[in-house]
């Protein structure tokens, strides 16, 4: 996807051709690159001379969510995160340079958020590139619950599958949990150090954004993500206390089976105990008199039956 300048006119959005971004700078546009490889942001870094570690770090991507001021210009990276499918969670790192009457975004293809913002953007309900940069932060951070309530919802179907489930689902639970715990944890490192980003904007740092009610814009995301946070450190214990109750689970199914096989065990036990006799050189038990076989084979069979009895009575066979 190519690069797409857009500026705020009087009445309307038009889009331009991005290297004509310098002669539109008395009125807010907004630079939108899809690939951090190309030409398009050398261009832009030459046009709004913007710091070349910023656009070294746009470009290598994997970045943790951090806020940078320079001269002129500020430098934030953020995090888009949905799921395309269910289980399956994306992140989209989003690089931003703000300065002023201009936002630049830097990403890897596509994503729900932005789009969104386009709309709102081009509908003419974002006067400013602070409110454009607030409606950017805040369409990412309210697409974090939708994520956030999917995963909640595996770790009740999880749970539900753990306490009450067919013995076929112990097969399979404890590898969804661990890698639903993995998934909390990754979007928890993403999301938590943004808190610092927004406190920054919550202060007012930035020159662009002392507008008089700016801050308070920000003070909502910054709630929002807090709010996230919490969730998934709450998801992330309670998911911790299903993989406890699963091993608990499986633990008592094992102590039922050994029991089940301790029963028998004893049983074979006395049986052998009584014909292991037989195989002994001793002259004192007649081998070849009848009655005396056949009340062995009583005394064996009846032995045998009491334990079987006493342990089904216990509840062990």
Request: glycine share 4%; with cysteine.
């Amino acid at each position: 996807m190519p690069a797409r300048l857009l500026i705020k006119e009087e009445t309307t959005t038009v889009e331009k051709p991005p290297e004509e971004m310098s002669e539109h700078r008395d009125r807010p546009c907004w630079l939108d690159i899809a690939d951090p490889k190309s030409a398009d942001l050398e261009l832009a870094a030459k046009e709004l001379g913007l710091h070349p570690l910023a656009v070294e770090d746009a470009q290598q991507r994997h970045e943790r969510p951090k806020i940078d001021s320079y001269d002129d210009h500020y430098f934030l990276v953020f995090y888009a995160i949905d799921e395309p499918s269910p289980g399956v969670v994306r992140e989209h790192e989003v690089s931003i340079f703000m300065k002023q009457n201009a936002i630049v975004t830097v990403h890897e293809g596509e994503f729900r958020a932005r789009q969104a913002v386009e709309k709102r953007f081009r509908e003419g309900k974002l006067q400013t590139t602070g409110l454009l940069l607030h409606a950017l932060l805040d369409t990412m951070v309210d697409q974090y619950f939708e994520v956030i309530d999917a995963l909640g919802d595996r770790v009740e179907l999880l749970e539900q599958m753990v306490v009450g489930g067919e013995a076929r689902d112990y097969d399979t639970s404890i590898k969804e949990l661990f890698e639903l715990k993995r998934d909390l944890l990754r979007i928890r490192h993403l999301i938590a150090p943004e808190r610092e980003v927004l406190a920054v904007l919550v202060r007012g740092d930035i020159r662009e954004l002392r507008e008089a009610g700016r801050r308070a814009y920000f003070q909502d995301v910054y709630d929002h993500i807090t709010r996230v946070t919490d969730e998934i450190d709450s998801f992330r214990e309670l998911t911790s206390n299903v993989i406890d109750a699963h091993l608990a689970s499986v633990s008592n199914r094992l102590n039922d089976v050994m029991k089940v096989l301790t029963s028998i065990a004893t049983v074979l036990l006395i049986l052998t105990l009584v014909t292991g006799f037989f195989g002994q050189n001793w002259t004192f038990i007649p081998y070849d008199n009848v009655d005396f076989f056949l009340l062995s084979m009583i005394v064996m069979i009846g032995a045998a039956a009491g334990a079987a009895y006493y342990f089904r009575r216990k509840g062990w066979l």
